[in-house]
Structure formats: structure tokens, C-alpha cells
């Protein structure tokens, strides 16, 4: 597999929510990330968080080895998202990375690892990019009718099931997926500091996961605002109605005397 000028293919599926990757610890040629053969040749990571990266795997290969792993899959995506590198090997001092191409003078476990780890971060922000895209598209009418008409929805409940999507979303990104984070393999090789560095920059990881953070920050506080002014306004007509009966009593009193 790492004959030199040869091109290597490497593409990352986010399959599901969770993959119990301990299933699979048996036949583990790395952990952490787990590393294990797929198909006559190939490779491949898997990581908890749901997402297969496939190295030197055929289509074919691929199909098998998600069919193989999908009792160990928790919530698949009926529509996973994928991203790819392709991968090859030369006569070079050092590894380079530029326009999609990660270009490296041996390929190794860590090597792999360190890629994997990468593409596999790069597949879920797409995936959470395109969820904080959606939940936008749904606050976004509530913001506009709330400028427009004064009023709030009438659905407090619709609401606050919103803003638990795009919380949700938010902890699974940061606690789960910690795709600003270096890889667990650099602690014991860190001369691959600088390809994960490459990597980064190339899939603009630490962008993509800030500028996430903030998008969801903002539509998690206007999904609240909305649901501050929805209570609020609940609250008054309650607070009316209280008044209103005391009136009434007022009335019926008065009118009792008044006899």
C-alpha cells in the first residue's frame, strides 16, 4: 500500500450517532483512534462518535464492511455525509497537504491515524454545519414574525423543543466530536504535529468549529428570547385574568349590597 507515487484514497462516512467500537477491539492493529484491516488491502478508523474513515478500500469493500459493522451502529443517518483526501506517497523531507492532497515521504499506522482523525472531524462539522443550517432556517421565520407583528408563536412547546435541538447539537459538537482538539496518537509522536498542523489548516477545522459555535450561540440566545417573550406573554394574560375576576367579584359584591 505504500509504494511511492502511488494514489491512495481516503474518505470519511458519518454513519450514525455512536459506533460501539469495542466490538471490534480484537482485531485492532492501533487504538485510539481503532485501527483495524478492511477488505484484500485496505484499512480503516473508526471512531465512537459515528464517523468510518475507508483507506485503500474499494466500493464494494466499503459496502461489506458498513453491512458487517451495522449491528454495532446506534441511530444511523439514512443519508450519511462524506468528505475525502487522497493520499500519496514520495521522496520528500517532510509532509505536505495542499488542495486535497496529503502528500507524505513513508505512510505509517500514525500516519494514518493522524489523517483519519482530521477528515473524520472535517465529515462531522459538515454534518453539524448542515443541522445549524436547518434549525436557522426554522428560527429564523420566528425572528422575522416577531419584528414584524410584535407577537410570538403560539406553540411554546415547538419552541423549546428548537432550542434543545440546537443544544443538542452544540454538546455533541464540542464534548463528542472535539474538533479543535489534537489527536490522543501526537502525545507519543509528536514529530506528526506538523502534518495534524497541515491537516487543520487544509479543512479548516478550528475555523469551521468556531465559526459553529458562534452561529449556534446566537440562535440558541434568539430561540430563548422568543421563549422568554412567549412565557412573558402568557404570564400577562394570566395576571389579566386574575384581574378580571376580582373585578367580577368587586361587581357582585356591590351589586349584593346594593339590594
Not at 507524505?104 to 459538515?126: G, T, Y
Not at 490522543?184 to 487543520?200: F, G, N, Y
Request: aromatic residues 6%; charged residues 30%; proline residues 3%.
Amino acid at each position: 500500500m505504500g509504494r511511492a507515487g502511488r494514489e491512495i484514497a481516503v474518505e470519511a462516512v458519518y454513519l450514525a450517532q455512536r459506533i460501539d467500537t469495542r466490538q471490534l477491539e480484537a482485531e485492532r492493529l492501533a487504538s485510539t483512534p481503532l485501527l483495524v484491516d478492511a477488505g484484500r488491502e485496505g484499512l480503516c478508523v473508526l471512531f465512537r462518535y459515528g464517523v468510518v474513515v475507508f483507506l485503500n478500500v474499494t466500493p464494494a469493500e466499503r459496502t461489506g464492511f458498513i453491512s458487517a459493522v451495522e449491528p454495532l451502529l446506534t441511530e444511523r443517518f439514512e443519508k450519511p455525509v462524506s468528505d475525502r483526501l487522497v493520499l500519496t506517497i514520495e521522496a520528500i523531507d517532510a509532509d505536505r497537504v495542499r488542495g486535497g492532497v496529503v502528500v507524505c515521504p513513508d505512510i505509517d499506522i500514525e500516519r494514518v491515524q493522524v489523517i483519519a482523525d482530521a477528515l473524520a472531524k472535517s465529515v462531522a462539522l459538515i454534518h453539524y454545519e448542515e443541522t445549524a443550517s436547518s434549525a436557522f432556517e426554522d428560527v429564523e421565520p420566528l425572528a422575522f414574525n416577531l419584528e414584524r407583528t410584535g407577537r410570538t408563536p403560539r406553540s411554546a412547546r415547538g419552541l423549546a423543543k428548537r432550542i434543545g435541538s440546537i443544544l443538542m447539537t452544540l454538546t455533541r459538537t464540542v464534548g463528542r466530536v472535539e474538533a479543535a482538539d489534537k489527536p490522543e496518537v501526537l502525545w507519543e509522536h509528536p514529530e506528526l504535529d506538523s502534518l495534524h498542523a497541515r491537516l487543520s489548516d487544509e479543512l479548516e477545522l478550528v475555523e469551521r468549529h468556531r465559526a459553529l459555535e458562534r452561529k449556534l450561540d446566537v440562535m440558541s440566545n434568539a430561540a430563548r428570547s422568543l421563549l422568554d417573550l412567549r412565557l412573558h406573554a402568557q404570564s400577562l394574560r394570566v395576571e389579566w385574568y386574575i384581574v378580571l375576576l376580582i373585578l367580577v367579584e368587586i361587581v357582585i359584591a356591590l351589586y349584593e349590597l346594593s339590594r
